[in-house]
């Protein structure tokens, strides 16, 4: 069973910068796509970024792209967000999840039939 496990989250001013870290463990092999979603309480999860772990290609919201950047340490089955600029808008609470085998696309849309979801950590951004 794969586990995902988040951190990084916190409170910061507009402007400020955090790093959210989501190590993965339980899986054998490497999983082929990780990402990053939010979700404000009542809305949708939504898509922030995602990366396919083969090579490193990456995926990214409209709004956070230029501002946010998704990274991997394969050797720590860990992925990274980086999130700079941050805004009052991106205050949620992020979960990381993956997709064991296959592209990003049916994570990003929540469409694939196996997806793996973390605990959530939450950033809460202040004017």
């Known amino acids: 069973q794969v586990q995902l496990v988040e951190s990084g989250g916190g409170s910061v001013t507009a402007g400020g910068s955090l790093r959210l870290s989501c190590a993965a463990s339980?899986?054998?092999?490497?999983?082929?796509?990780m990402g990053w979603f939010r979700q404000d309480p009542g809305q949708k999860r939504e898509g922030v970024a995602a990366?396919?772990?083969?090579?490193?290609?990456?995926r990214y919201a409209d709004s956070v792209q230029g501002r946010f950047t998704i990274s991997q340490d394969n050797a720590k089955n860990t992925v990274y967000l980086q999130m700079n600029s941050l805004k009052p808008e991106d205050t949620a609470m992020y979960y990381c999840?993956?997709?064991?085998?296959?592209?990003?696309?049916?994570?990003?849309?929540?469409?694939?039939?196996?997806?793996?979801w973390g605990q959530g950590t939450q950033v809460t951004v202040s004017s």
């Open positions: 990366i396919l772990t083969a090579d490193g290609s990456s």
């Open positions: 999840g993956a997709r064991p085998r296959g592209s990003c696309g049916p994570l990003w849309y929540g469409s694939a039939r196996e997806i793996y």
């Open positions: 339980g899986y054998t092999d490497r999983l082929d796509c």
